[in-house]
């Protein structure tokens, strides 16, 4: 294995290799909180020269960590809805040196999830537009 080296802060959206040629329907986000950070999400139909003219969507993923909270934002896409999968899925996976006291929905509703010995936070997919709330 070779070690990978992540400045912090960084979130990297990962996907299946079979869907490099068309927007993936399940992402997984590994995220490396530390201050506040941002990815803007770019999908295309991956087939034709049509993001030339506009049709592409962009979303928005931020992280705001603390020492007390970390909040993940997976915010409502702009652009070009049709060439997104319907359904779309995140998986996140979280660096965390520490396991979480509670890990909610910013709306208060519980999110499943569960701890990795590798210091990998990880939550059941969730469909976006999403907040997420990680108490320490």
Same mark, same amino acid.
């Given at each position: 294995?070779?070690?990978?080296?992540?400045?912090?802060?960084?979130?990297?959206?990962?996907?299946?290799? %079979?869907?490099?040629?068309?927007?993936?329907?399940?992402?997984?986000?590994?995220?490396?909180?530390?201050?506040?950070?941002?990815?803007?999400?770019?999908?295309?139909?991956?087939?034709?020269?049509?993001?030339?003219? $506009?049709?592409?969507?962009?979303?928005?993923?931020?992280?705001?960590?603390?020492?007390?909270?970390?909040?993940?934002?997976?915010?409502?896409?702009?652009?070009?809805?049709?060439?997104?999968?319907?359904?779309?899925?995140?998986?996140?996976?979280?660096? %965390?040196? %520490?396991?979480?006291?509670?890990?909610?929905?910013?709306? $208060?509703?519980?999110?499943?999830?569960?701890?990795?010995?590798?210091?990998?936070?990880?939550?059941?997919?969730?469909?976006?537009? %999403? $907040?997420?709330?990680?108490?320490?």
């Amino acid at each position: 294995r070779l070690p990978l080296f992540v400045r912090g802060g960084a979130i990297l959206p990962l996907a299946d290799v %079979a869907s490099v040629h068309r927007p993936a329907r399940a992402l997984q986000l590994l995220v490396y909180p530390q201050g506040r950070s941002q990815l803007s999400l770019y999908d295309d139909d991956g087939e034709s020269t049509a993001y030339r003219t $506009g049709r592409f969507a962009e979303t928005t993923i931020t992280c705001d960590a603390a020492a007390v909270e970390t909040v993940i934002g997976i915010e409502r896409p702009t652009g070009e809805p049709a060439v997104l999968p319907p359904g779309r899925t995140y998986e996140l996976r979280i660096r %965390a040196e %520490a396991t979480p006291r509670s890990v909610t929905l910013t709306d $208060g509703s519980p999110v499943h999830w569960r701890m990795e010995p590798t210091n990998w936070l990880v939550l059941a997919p969730v469909e976006g537009p %999403a $907040g997420i709330r990680i108490g320490w």
